[in-house]
């Protein structure tokens, strides 16, 4: 079983829409959790990152940790075409490498 | 302000050729990682850096595969004898060392597109 699990969709949505992505987890060691946004011939950039259970909100975006249910969640509010791009969820310890999920393509169509 | 640069930013082999990768960290960070993206993956881990360092190399998938960091800088991941299935996005990534209580994020570069025919 991968450590970090994520449906690779494709999810394609209207403009306005909110989306929901989301990812499991298995090793309860890791304590960051992160969503990269990867658009297509780039390398990922880093969108949010929290260390404890709760919400984090910045902008449209909101991730959401549940250690309990090993759950992680990035919301999208009023979705732009912009937004159109890959989202990685990862987790890790305090240092050293990150544990990817296999990315959701997202589309967002005008 | 430059990012992480990587060079060349597309690389085509035949099989069997030896391939070097380069990696611009951002001035000043201390830790470096590469990773391998395989076509509709996530990046996967291979080898990390604390400054000249090799702190973690169990990411590596065979012992064609080798990176170097001798100043602590620029860092190179050299992959011998190339085979299919090498083919894949190499990313470098950088961040400061993690502060007391935090984690530092890590900065990608566009990574290096390597096919292998």
């Known amino acids: 079983q991968k450590e970090v699990e994520q449906d690779p969709g494709p999810l394609s949505v209207p403009e306005g829409a909110i989306v929901s992505l989301n990812c499991t987890y298995s090793n309860s060691a890791f304590q960051y959790f992160m969503w990269y946004r990867q658009y297509s011939r780039k390398g990922p950039e880093l969108l949010m990152y929290?260390?404890?259970?709760g919400n984090k909100e910045d902008g449209r975006f909101t991730a959401q940790v549940d250690k309990s249910s090993k759950y992680i969640s990035l919301f999208i509010r009023d979705s732009q075409p912009s937004d159109s791009a890959t989202y990685l969820c990862a987790n890790g310890g305090s240092q050293g490498n990150l544990i990817f999920g296999k990315g959701t393509k997202l589309s967002v169509k005008p | 302000g430059a990012g992480v640069s990587q060079s060349p930013r597309y690389k085509v082999a035949k099989r069997g050729q030896d391939v070097a990768l380069r990696c611009d960290p951002i001035?000043?960070?201390?830790?470096l990682f590469w990773y391998q993206q395989a076509l509709g993956q996530g990046p996967e881990f291979l080898t990390y850096f604390q400054n000249e360092a090799q702190l973690d190399k169990s990411g590596l998938p065979s012992d064609r595969f080798f990176a170097e960091r001798p100043e602590g800088s620029v860092s190179t991941l050299k992959i011998q004898r190339t085979q299919q299935e090498d083919s894949a996005v190499y990313l470098c990534?950088?961040?400061?060392?993690?502060?007391?209580?935090?984690?530092?994020?890590?900065?990608f570069g566009p990574g290096t597109r390597l096919t292998v025919l």
């Open positions: 929290t260390y404890s259970s």
């Open positions: 001035s000043g960070h201390v830790s």
């Open positions: 990534a950088s961040s400061l060392p993690p502060t007391s209580g935090s984690r530092d994020t890590q900065y």
